[in-house]
Every structure is written in structure tokens, then in C-alpha cells.
Nanobody
């Protein structure tokens, strides 16, 4: 099955931008819906955005709308999350997750069965 590796996290000041990338290990990547979740210290993991395997739709959490953009390349096997106008409350470990042929309405942690190791994003005020 596909394996996921995140990259691109780091430290940024409030108002800045970061681009996270989720690279997949195999060619069947195009059959998976990919999501980004995040988990702040002491909080539950929460949905950020996802993009359907067929490229025809994406969905964002209210906290991400207007600031974050998810995109994917099914030839090069990666999904990016462009994050603009970052806020201190965006500080968290960001995880990408995959589920085969999942709909974009799936936004729960339990609906995704493949996870990356996470990448830390820290936004200073």
C-alpha cells in the first residue's frame, strides 16, 4: 500500500507562509483521497483539508478556508498544502493521510487508514 512522507514544516512568524508536501511511495497514489490533519499539544487531531483522488473536488475546514490551498500531482505522486497568513493557532504537527477512493466528505481521523509521520509547524506571534 502507499506510504506517505511529509516535509516542509518549520518556524514562521505570524502572517507568513509555509508549503507542506506529502510524497507518496507508489503509483496507485492516484486512487487515494489525501487529507491533511493537524494536532496541537493537548488537543485532538483535527481535519484541515482534503482533495479527492479524481482531482474533481476538495474540502476545507473553516479554519483553513481562504488561507490554505490543497493541490496534488498524480504523476509525481505528491499533495501540497500551501498555507498563507499563518496564525499562532495554526501551530501543530501536520499529518497527511490517505484512503482509497474516499469521498471529500470524509473528514474524520478514523476514516483514513494510511498516515505519514507528521511535520511540525510553529507560528510565532
Amino acid at each position: 500500500q502507499v506510504q506517505l512522507v511529509e516535509s516542509g514544516g518549520g518556524l514562521v512568524q505570524a502572517g507568513g507562509s509555509l508549503r507542506l508536501s506529502c510524497a507518496a511511495s507508489e503509483g496507485s497514489f492516484s486512487r487515494y483521497t489525501i487529507a491533511w490533519f493537524r494536532q496541537a499539544p493537548g488537543k485532538e487531531r483535527e481535519f484541515v483539508a482534503n482533495i479527492r483522488w479524481s482531482l474533481d473536488s476538495s474540502y476545507y475546514a473553516d479554519s483553513a478556508k481562504g488561507r490554505f490551498t490543497i493541490s496534488r500531482d498524480n504523476v509525481k505522486n505528491f499533495v501540497d498544502l500551501q498555507m498563507n497568513n499563518l496564525k499562532p493557532e495554526d501551530t501543530a504537527v501536520y499529518y497527511c493521510a490517505a484512503v482509497r477512493h474516499g469521498p471529500v466528505t470524509w473528514i474524520e481521523v478514523t476514516q483514513y487508514d494510511i498516515w505519514g509521520q507528521g511535520t511540525q509547524v510553529t507560528v510565532s506571534s
